[in-house]
């Protein structure tokens, strides 16, 4: 296809033909041009924010961060270079309190002289000396509570002690069905035939991620546990 199309002429007021005009032709970009294209516009959406005063939020630091990387390795800059670019591009001075802990590792690949390449920073918008906040986005903390299982099964952690449940439950579905251990299990598939009123409230007693698996007309004795959370004794 030619670089240029050009319109058929057209005559001016005085009958005089005018100068043909000229439209580019359409723009083919890759993915990965796309891509760059947007971490181009919301890098400079934060360059406008941080030279306004505004402090940035987690996506514009890593959009700041990730353009000068990629404009570092379009000079031709070396691996170690691209990645010294990176970990000065935002300090922490510049971003909101609690986005160093939600940013803390950036993967990018860059085209290099050698192909694409993958540079991995860990705690990028951290400074020497300056310890991450334990208390940040993303910290888990435990409950205050001094009771536990005595006897926790092997492997798994100990758990507060709460309330229990032992239930029959029958399946009356004509297809296998499958409980997952943290759903409530009074709304479990109606075709489990047990006490609801009484598992209001309760849970599977399994490890989290766990399920119990029913086959057609099969009976299982269940153990339920009291959900934790502010809600447990309602």
């Given amino acids: 296809m030619p670089p240029f199309v050009r319109d058929p002429p057209q005559p001016d007021r005085l009958g005089h033909e005018a100068a043909p005009a000229a439209t580019m032709a359409a723009m083919r970009l890759t993915a990965w041009e796309e891509q760059r294209l947007l971490v181009f516009s919301a890098a400079e959406l934060a360059r ?4 306004a005063g505004l402090a940035l939020n987690a996506p514009e630091a890593i959009a700041l961060i990730s353009d000068a990387m990629l404009e570092a390795a379009r000079a031709g800059e070396t691996y170690e270079a691209v990645e010294g670019v990176g970990r000065t591009a935002v300090d922490l001075d510049e971003v909101m309190p609690g986005v160093r ?3 803390d590792e950036i993967r990018l690949e860059v085209q290099m002289g050698d192909g694409t390449r993958l540079i991995v920073i860990s705690d990028p918008i951290g400074r020497p000396g300056v310890a991450i906040d334990p208390d940040g986005p993303g910290a888990i903390r435990p409950a205050d509570d001094d009771t536990t299982d005595a006897t926790p099964t092997p492997g ?14 029958r399946s009356e579905s004509i297809r296998a069905i499958r409980v997952s251990s943290h759903y409530p299990f009074h709304r479990v598939n109606q075709r489990l035939i047990f006490d ?4 209001d409230g309760y849970r599977l007693d ?4 766990a ?5 057609p007309g099969e009976t299982h004795a269940v153990r339920l546990v009291r959900f934790g959370g502010d809600g447990a004794d309602r």
Avoid: K
Avoid at 211 to 215: E, T
């Fill in 48 to 51: 406008r924010h941080r030279d």
């Fill in 101 to 103: 802990e939600l940013v």
């Fill in 156 to 169: 798994r952690p100990a758990i507060p002690t709460r309330p229990t449940l032992d239930l029959e439950v």
């Fill in 196 to 199: 609801r009123t009484a598992a």
């Fill in 206 to 209: 399994l490890p989290a991620g």
């Fill in 211 to 215: 399920s119990m698996r029913w086959a």
